[in-house]
């Protein structure tokens, strides 16, 4: 059904729908408002969930590994220095293959304190072994919560949708909200494996020491999971479409003049702006990042064929080294024939308009290692 | 997930850790006065009385070597001080 919603409350809805066992969060701008939607849904009867109250953030996503480790699904969300105190909890879920579902609302890091949106808070656990995806308006990430739990129980790794603070959760716009019927039929019920779960009738345990004969082992084991997990990823994004009737089975979305030779690259909200350019501007096309990790090599060098001139935009920034995303761009098409350059911008909740693109776009005969920042 | 991580119980009966310990208590049965501290107070639950309290009238307290990681937590507690960490 569709309704005006606020994209945090939208959220909270489809996290009902999919039936979570235990929901555990602590409070923190700009997330708090799904949580909240939470336990109010649970109050007036409509959740059928344990909601968990939490003192902390740690101790949130300690309640959600071990609600997780005893065989149910299980979600949190957080933000910025909420997801900076978890941070050992998500590095252990991932690492204890736990199907964990987690909303980020990306939030900057203090210090200085600030509470608007930049992506800097996803980029301090990519390495943590979850699954990050990115969604560009709110009826996206509506929808990748359900992809979300349904790819994380079949790959036994965890998933962090990632929407914008502020920019996607307080903003309201109109959504579909789907019947749980639906939801049901593209998400069945969580059923762990016998012996992989904790359980009286079959005790084991969970979270055990690794020595150095095993541990490289293990940790290679995840990072192999994680890159073939792009098939599940778009199989799953493939099946969505089939019963939802819409949404696009692909990590990267391209986006505009298909042989152009100038190509921006971003992700989240802000390429609903640059689209909004784009239209305006020819020759120019938009390469949108939707799974950052696993992070879609061959799509994203099979989508930059023509590519000549990239300019990467992300609203983070390695300190001391500078954009992560350029980075990780540069790596991905080594050995191509292409200028690749780096800006960032938007830190903080900075607005980024119309003209900073057009200046993106302007920018061209440069080829440097050095980040601008707008 | 080629490789499992859930581990079956049971990894004691394999991973003795008394190997771990340095000193380990000798009780001295003569002045031992039954109390049962030492019994309560050991983190690994690993002493245990022994002796027919019948035939003796006291009952006598051993550790499980296997698994006595010597911490001197029974020789700290005895109140009569009658258990020695002695080096293994």
């Not at chain 1, 996290?15 to 109010?40: D, F, G, N």
């Not at chain 1, 304190?113 to 990430?141: K, P």
């Not at chain 1, 096309?285 to 989508?303: A, M, W």
Request: hydrophobic content about 40%; some cysteine; overall charge neutral.
């Amino acid at each position: 059904m569709r309704k005006i919603l606020e994209g945090s409350i939208a959220v909270a809805e489809m996290v009902k729908l999919c039936r979570p066992a235990v929901v555990s969060a602590y409070p923190i701008t700009p997330q708090t408002h799904i949580v909240e939607e939470l336990a109010k849904l649970k109050a007036e009867g409509f959740g059928d969930y344990e909601f968990v109250r939490a003192e902390s953030e740690f101790s949130a996503a300690s309640i959600v590994l071990g609600a997780s480790a005893s065989g149910v699904r299980a979600y949190t969300a957080t933000s910025s220095q909420g997801l900076l105190y978890m941070a050992e909890v998500v590095f252990t879920i991932a690492g204890m293959r736990l199907p964990v579902v987690m909303t980020c609302a990306n939030r900057a890091i203090s210090a200085p304190i600030n509470i608007w949106n930049d992506e800097q808070d996803s980029m301090t656990v990519r390495d943590s072994g979850w699954i990050m995806l990115y969604a560009e308006n709110n009826q996206e990430a509506v929808d990748l919560h359900a992809i979300a739990f349904k790819v994380a129980e079949q790959l036994n790794i965890p998933v962090m949708v990632n929407m914008d603070g502020f920019v996607l959760t307080h903003t309201t716009e109109p959504v579909d909200i789907p019947e749980q019927k639906i939801v049901d039929q593209y998400l069945p019920s969580y059923s762990p494996k016998a012996g992989e779960f904790l359980e009286i009738r079959n005790p084991v345990s969970l979270g055990a020491l690794a020595t150095p004969e095993h541990y490289q082992s293990i940790r290679e084991d995840l990072h192999q999971d994680l890159l073939s997990s792009q098939k599940v990823l778009l199989s799953e994004m493939k099946n969505f479409k089939k019963i939802f009737g819409r949404g696009s089975s692909e990590l990267v979305e391209y986006y505009g003049d298909p042989r152009a030779k100038k190509v921006l690259l971003s992700r989240g909200s802000i390429c609903g702006t640059i689209k909004e350019v784009i239209d305006n501007t020819r020759g120019v096309g938009l390469l949108r990042i939707k799974s950052y990790r696993p992070f879609p090599v061959q799509e994203i060098r099979q989508k930059l064929k023509f590519a000549k001139d990239i300019s990467v935009f992300e609203k983070c920034v390695s300190l001391g080294s500078g954009g992560i995303l350029a980075g990780e761009v540069r790596n991905a098409l080594f050995g191509e024939n292409k200028k690749i350059n780096s800006f960032v911008g938007g830190l903080g909740g900075r607005d980024i308009t119309v003209k900073m693109i057009e200046k993106i776009i302007k920018a061209t005969n440069k080829n440097t290692h050095d980040s601008i920042f707008l | 997930m080629k490789i499992k991580l859930a581990v079956a119980p049971g990894t004691t009966k394999e991973n003795k850790t008394g190997s771990w310990r340095t000193s380990r208590p000798v009780v001295d049965h003569n002045r031992c006065i039954a109390c049962g501290m030492c019994m309560r107070v050991c983190p690994e639950g690993c002493v245990f009385p022994v002796g027919d309290k019948a035939l003796q009238g006291k009952i006598f307290y051993e550790n499980d070597l296997d698994y006595c990681k010597g911490c001197g937590l029974c020789a700290e507690e005895c109140p009569v001080k009658c258990i020695s960490m002695q080096k293994n």
